[in-house]
């Protein structure tokens, strides 16, 4: 009985120490589980014919993360190819946060701020965008936004490498919002707000 205290008091303290900070590395008994064989990227294989060991991946793979089932949230576009006119997510606050967020960094340089098409690098010699409220932009449907800002047009360089799709359509709900913004007017606010602000319908 003694024996199997004691026995059990060492083990014990041997797991309290395991985890100490060590300047050595740990003994591996098996390594098989810590160090897997595998290729480096474009490293040589002996075993294909080819001496290649990156593979095409077999057709009809789809990476994980990458299915893409739903054509108008990852395109666009409907099953026809025909641009959407409306945004298919739920236009909420936090979207519209989210929008102005990625908007500032990936637009305004640009669109400016308030869209008009004087960001930064117009001041400095690029080709200004037309302002969002453009004739022509206010009638464009939200599906054109979203291609618009992913695979870019004239001057603009495409953004679907460095916006994810989620974030392209909260810069869709945001850019309506800048339209809305230039081209509302006093009738476009709620009747309680307009009271308040001590307006009346004009």
């Not at 089932?69 to 946060?97: C, F, H, N, W």
């Not at 929008?99 to 869209?115: A, F, M, S, V, W």
């Not at 022509?136 to 449907?141: N, Q, S």
């Amino acid at each position: 009985m003694k024996r199997g205290i004691v026995i059990f008091v060492l083990l014990a303290t041997v797991g309290c120490f395991r985890d100490l900070p060590k300047d050595k590395p740990p003994y591996k008994v098996q390594t098989n589980m810590f160090e897997q064989p595998r290729y480096e990227t474009q490293s040589e294989s002996q075993f294909f014919p080819d001496h290649a060991a990156m593979r095409v991946p077999p057709t009809g793979t789809v990476a994980r993360g990458f299915l893409n089932e739903d054509p108008v949230y990852y395109t666009g576009k409907d099953d026809r190819g025909q641009l959407v006119a409306r945004i298919p997510l739920p236009v909420t606050s936090e979207l519209m946060q989210r929008g102005q967020d990625r908007y500032n960094i990936y637009c305004t340089p640009c669109h400016g701020k308030l869209g008009d098409g004087q960001g930064m690098v117009v001041k400095r010699g690029l080709l200004p965008p037309p302002p969002y409220w453009d004739p022509r932009l206010l009638a464009v449907p939200d599906g054109h936004v979203f291609d618009v800002i992913s695979n870019g047009i004239r001057n603009m360089p495409p953004y679907k490498y460095q916006i994810p799709v989620s974030d392209r359509w909260a810069v869709v709900a945001y850019f309506r919002a800048l339209q809305r913004a230039h081209t509302a007017t006093i009738n476009d606010i709620p009747d309680a707000e307009r009271a308040a602000m001590g307006q009346g319908s004009k």
